[in-house]
């Protein structure tokens, strides 16, 4: 039975709202609450809750008759009695297309939906058989009235039934008479809705008041101003003409209502103000694409002369950060194609348009006058790009490659919908094959030509073979066609080959799919459709040609390679179709035995015709379309190389000098550099996302319209981005063009008289909008919403609130208080603040990563602070008394916020960052001396980071209950903690107090009750920041700032951090480690008898650095943080105890070792970190001579140690792997490897360098840069199988048996560097346990002697739970090996498996290149014999946070160049020099990679089991 509900008072939802919800649901377009009156969108929802409750075959989708519409209503409620629904269906309003019936009973439904539903999977497509939900036509003579106010709409009454009051407002229109009372009014040229100022030379809005809005503009303060002037010359705009055709076009395509007559005015209205010298100027400036629409239809007979060739211009208005279409001309449409491309260059030469602009062009009309259009143009232009082929390609692909199988296919679909149309009873298999799919009555062969239709037709005939074959078995008694039918569905070679189509025309499918789809804005989808269309050619070339020949063609795109059979795979290698054409061959393999090879050579003319119509319909090559896609994506921007980006300006006429080129190189790059900062991806691993659409992420359009606000007018690179951005996007239907061109030429005089156009001569005034009438200085009016005006309130609530405004409002309002002197700006939707948007705002990494510090020493009420001090540090268990005060020289007195924005210093506030739930922070002091507008510093609650962030980014924290996250809390244990710790403020803010008798629990849920509840009794001004807390801010910053570090030299120096938690004040220990020192030196115990982190006597383990002990929580600690490090290079905690609030770093610029106050203090000698602060450089202990510095003694054999302490940390025991003996050399045969995750192949690099013969290589690697550098490197002999996660024991029966099994899995949810991640059981963490599965399956039995041998690598600084587990599963420990022994880079990484020999010492060889001196270019010097670990991020090659980088060339400090990083990986120079990788990209691969020399080092000893080359 349903659950039956009610609407209340809080659900109020706006018509967008729930349209959105509906078309999202149903897969619909339905843009009026009216089209839903058919009530099929309400059967269908049904039939989704309470599958079998609607007779789905009986609604009708298409009804626009009210006898359908009342079908579809007996329907539900037939539906409704069944499941006990008691809402009544008021059919009489709904079938009227009433806005108010058809608005209420939507919001009902939308409310009943989401109580009904359980997780039911539905397709809704499907299940209406492809059909579209038809508009209801809306015939109300009203409608037009109505359809003026649509996009005027905001939030608030005009989404309630009161809207229905439109139809019956009066509209007022301009009066002759008015001139008697108002000397200074004459007509408007903008239509009758207008009165023309003379006085202000604006042009007034008298529709909704008539006279009195005269007499308010009349008393406003321009007004009054202007009428003091001398009178002006009253000129109003240029007189205004159009062509016959244009006007029947502009009735016909343009307005929402027929109408008898189209005036002037309103064919002005519709094309623009400023029409058409605003096209011609933009076309001037930047560069366009043409449109060229032919056969449009002017009237509703068809007769000779009634159709026309429409001409419209495109381009990207960087301003508006927004693709517009204008409509520029309409000419009479003839025969000749000739004629056509003659008239259209006649159009653009007429209006001035500048056709070394034009970028591009898209012709809607047959093939020939594309053909004739597009080499008339490239007569003009030769660079222009004509893109109409791309959009047609998937069909005219699949139909090429359909017709080059025999035809048997189409003649069994013609003899099946033959036989349905003729026969007299329908059979319902049948009636569901066919259902919407049109184009079947005219030709089947033209079928084809639809790849989508055809495609669903193939995959439901699969569906139903066998329900086909029994239905014409039945019927072929006295059939003789049904026998023919029966005998064909019955052939095996025809069924075989109709999977094959199913499966070879999927990704043509896909990409017409993605033609379709509306993902996004319509630039992001235009990146999706050059992607793809970049692997189209890609994907099916690859299905039938040799490796070697799909580069070849790809690049040269020559016909003569597809000809050439010497390069077709072998039958055995070509693919049929996947695993289940695969099967049915191998079930049918006796009746297939004659026809066996008749398919394969079907198979191969299906690929190449439409591998050929492909490469024909593709307008530019591989290479260019995906160097457009990954430049126009700010994501792909570092996978564009230099020479990439000169080749795109050489297809659009940009580079024709070298000069040109130099400038367009040097351009692009300065844009990579700025942007590099912004482009790092946080993918699966930042914390869950909690959809929000008060702050959406930036769109392409938005991202690229504030880049190219910052280049120069004559920049190359902003006038390629400009192509791009004019290239054409879906949709291109007709009719949705002249839509968006109405939108965008006139629809704000059409639909939003309110609008004011700063580039238009003649002003546009809303009296209601002048709110400077000194008669309503006191009660201002808010815009105009459906008619009507609302009183603003005295107090703005988006002082608190930074409301979104709908794009159809978009403008900037400012609402001054004249007597409060208060200016606020409600800024559109979607804004970008700079070139780099809203990310700029990312997290950035903190110093201390244990306890919270947000708001250190602000915990309590700022004027109790000296008081209460003592009793705040026992409370938080936080001793700041151990935090030294800096000299007065070295504090920066921080900076208060003064830009009326909001959000003071102190205030408990939300924050959005990317990738992240709002999370709560503390508004903290900006460290310069000036704050940039509309920017706050946040420390974040829970783990001490901060942001610097947009004022837009940040809510207050009174929004709690629209903020809180429940499955972050659920969760995320710093999600959790950070709710605690900011309820915790705002309670002591609030002096209020929760009596929980110490149960924790308890007391955190009072706090979440309190804070849902309000706030109360206070409410949310209680935890406000005093008025003194600025001036407190800033006291404390003087004595204590928690944010030294950020103020780095840019040399690697001694320095002293802040910021870093402490173990010693928090562990309960039974001695201090004061008392510990006490007894070593006085009482003469042994050092190895206490943890030298806490004192305790309860050891654990031996220190692996220093002579001592560590107890089990900080063998733990120590476990996870010893190879932790910050951005700046150094250690993020101290080498001694992996803690300290406060360390010193070594001066050493090849250590990256940090000691910590306390345990120089305490184990050295007291005040020793105040003596060292004074040494400049300062070596530390590992670096100096192994001798005693007080307690504190260095272990000679330390290196060894810290192998045997990471091996053995794991807590268990393990069995010893199973031994293999070694085998003879003349038993020796070749070794056969799976390798997963498996990179840039260097399993297989350093197998051949050893001089392993490699019988098969199969490596599992989804990336697509990787998967290039090993195919191209290694010559093909690399067989690739995408995602580990579809691999099957029955594929390893196939490829294998195997030797070897190597992998690492991601290691992003494993790393404790990432704060966000999530462990070994979720996100990227559990393809760890798909190495596990394969493993299991693939050992051998007891009984086989076969050896076998596994490798797996991950990261050392994972937490000591993910290691524990992954040591349970994989039975063993792993080892600890650092390539900084064989190599000039750190890299430390934990190795699990059955090797030969892996715990021996990593020893060097003779080919290892040990100091980065050896490895770097001629000319080049390097600054350091050692550096950090290279990881895939750029700041990564930086020696610290704001460190040198390691090489210097001419003087001058430099990065690593590719080849570089290449050798201190071990690779060959160049090994990932493929594709047209940029060096980011070529980074980002090496940073995922293994050390060559270490896996040399493990992969050795298997020689003595495998054969070797001669």
Known sequence: MAKNVDLGPEDKWSRYEVLSWLNDMLQTEFTQVEQLCSGACFCQLMDWLFPGSVTMSKVKFQSQDKADFLQNYNLLQAGFRKIGVTKSVPVEELTKGKFSANFTFLKWFRK????????????????????????????????SKVLRNINNAGKGKEDSESDLDLHEKKNNTYDPQWQENFKWVKPSALGDTYAYCTVCDVNVNVLDSGSLDLKYHQQCRQHRTAAKKPSSNGKQVDSFTCSELMLRFIKNHCLPAQANKVSLHTARRVLGL??????????????????LYGRVVLGEESEEGDSACVVLLGFFDEKAAEYRIRILDVFQCVDSDDSIAKSLVDTLERFDITLSNMAAFYVDDRDETSAKVAAKLKELNPKVVALGGLYDLANSACHSGVMALSGEVQDLIGNIYEHYSSCCTKNDNLKGLFAGVGGLDSSVHSLTSNCKNFCILIHRMLEMWKDLISHFTLCSENDNKAKLLCSQLENPKLRVTFMFLDLGLRPLNAF?????????????????????????????????LRPQAVVRFLKERDPAILDNQKLYLPSSELSLGGPAVEDFLSEKEVELADSLKAFQDDCMAFYKALTTCVADGLPLSDGILRSMSQLLSPEGRLKVTGKAVVDLGVQFGLSATPEASAQLRDEFLEYQLVEEGDGEKNGANGHPEVTSNRLPSPSLEQHWSSVLRTTGQDSAFRKLMLSLLALPCPPLEAEKVFSQAVKNGGEDQLNDSLAESDSDTTKVLDSTNDDTSSELARSKLSPVRNGRRKKATTSFPFLAFPWVLCRCLLRLWEVQRLSEGVCVSVVPQGTIRGIYGWESSLRQKPQARTVFQAGSGTWDKPQNLQNDKKAEVGKKDLSVSNISTPSPKSAKRTQKYQDRKGFSIGELVWGKVKGFSWWPGLVVAWKSKTSPPSLRRVEWFGDGMYSEIYTERLLPFAAFSECFCK???????????????SLELAGERC????????????EVKAMLDWAFGGFQPSGPEGFAPPDSYDSLANQKTESSDSSVSDYQPPAKRKYVHRGRPSNAASTAQEYTREQMVREVTVNGKKIEDFCLSCGNAKIEIFHPLFEG????????????????????????????????????????????????????????GPETFDKLKEVDPWSCYVCLPPKKYGVLKLRPDWSVRVQEFFANNSAFEFEPHRV??????????????????????????????????VERYIASEICEDSIAVGMIKHEGNIE????????????????????????????????????ARKGLFEGTGRLFFEYYRMLTMMRPKEDDDRPFFWLFENVVAMSAHDKADICRFLECNPILIDAVKVSPAHRARYFWGNLPGMNRPLATSLTDKLELQDCLEIGRMAKFNKVRTITTKSNSIKQGKMGPLPVSMNGKEDYLWCTEMESIFGFPKHYTDVNNMGRGQRQKLLGRSWSVPVIRHLFAPLKDYFECES
């Not at 002096?991 to 308890?1002: L, R």
């Not at 490829?1295 to 404790?1312: A, H, R």
Request: glycine share 6%; with cysteine; hydrophobic share 35%.
């Open 274 to 291: 400023q029409y058409p010298e605003d096209i011609s100027s933009a076309a001037k400036q930047i560069p366009y694409c043409v449109y």
């Open 1280 to 1315: 690739y199988v995408n995602d580990v996660r579809t691999i099957t024991r029955k594929h390893l029966a196939e490829w294998g048996p195997f030797d070897l099994l190597i992998g690492g899995s991601p290691c992003n949810d494993l790393s404790m560097v990432n704060p």
């Open 1109 to 1164: 002990s560590l107890c089990f929580r900080c063998k733990e600690n120590f476990t996870e943080t010893l190879f932790r490090y910050d951005d700046d290079g150094y250690q993020s905690y101290c080498t001694v105890c992996c803690a300290g609030l406060e360390v010193i770093l070594c001066g050493n610029t090849s250590c990256c070792r940090c000691f910590c106050k306390d345990c120089l203090n305490m184990l050295v």
């Open 991 to 1002: 002096s209020k107090t929760f009596t929980t008798a110490g149960n924790k629990v308890e």
């Open 512 to 544: 017409n799919d993605r033609l379709e789809s509306r993902e996004g804005s319509a630039r992001a989808d235009l990146v999706q459709i050059l992607r793809e269309a970049s692997g189209l050619l890609r994907s099916y070339a690859s299905s039938f």
């Open 112 to 143: 009943f939906f989401q109580a009904n539903l359980n997780g039911q999977v539905y397709n809704p497509v499907e299940a209406r058989n492809g059909q579209e939900i038809a508009t209801a036509s809306l015939k109300s003579p009203q409608s």
């Open 1220 to 1253: 293999y003996p070694s085998i003879p050399a003349h038993h020796r045969r070749p070794i056969r490897v799976l390798s997963l995750f498996d990179g840039i192949a260097t399993g297989y690099l350093v197998l051949k360098d050893l001089g392993f013969k």
């Open 967 to 981: 499955n972050s809390y659920a969760s995320l244990p710093t999600y959790k903690d950070a709710v605690y710790q």
